[in-house]
């Protein structure tokens, strides 16, 4: 049975760097599993920066959605998989599950005339997609109990600041919140970092973190 250990915090908190020490401190080959999609400038520089802090030993797999197909193809490794992250995973899903709910209109039904983009069932996108990818979220994190290597997963906490101003974004807050609370109850150890330090809410992170360091 796998060692399951759950990382959170706010963007540049030193969530992924406390994840990276922790997967450098088992001694045990690491297979780094990035769900990040370059998609401009900004993104290829955020990508570049996590890549150059972290060793060149490791094993890199670039997936953005299949992560429970992923995790299946490497359940009998003998290492530590450590997943970057849990929140890009989820825009990932969320963003292609809403591609497939759109349902756009025919040459019959433009008439020659400009058309709106519409709904199936004309049911707002969250309601029909979440429910999905919260079953995938329950699945991996079953994975990641049971499967051989440790694993280690980074995500964000997403719903601390004010409430978002457009639907599409209430509904990723949502998700992201709903998909920590089924992880973190799934996770051996759960870490909350703030300011670079990590908070253990199962166990000391400054004790832990300190530990690590001397080495």
Known sequence: MSQFTLVTGGARSG?????????????????????AQIWDEEMALRVKKHQQQRPSTWR???????????????????GVILLDCVTLWLTNLLLAGQAEQIQRPTPADLNGEEFP??????????NQVEPQILTIVQEVARLAQEIKPSVIFVTNEVGQGIVPENPLSRAYRDLAGRSNQILAQSADQVYMVVAGFPMEIKHSGEKLLASLLKE
């Open 117 to 126: 983009l519409t709904l199936q069932n004309d049911k707002p996108i969250s």
């Open 60 to 78: 890199l797999i670039e997936e953005p959605r299949n992560i429970r197909e992923t995790l299946l193809e490497l359940k009998d490794e003998d």
């Open 15 to 35: 969530k992924s760097r406390f994840a990276e020490l922790l997967a450098t401190h088992a001694h045990r080959p690491v297979i780094y599993i990035a769900t």
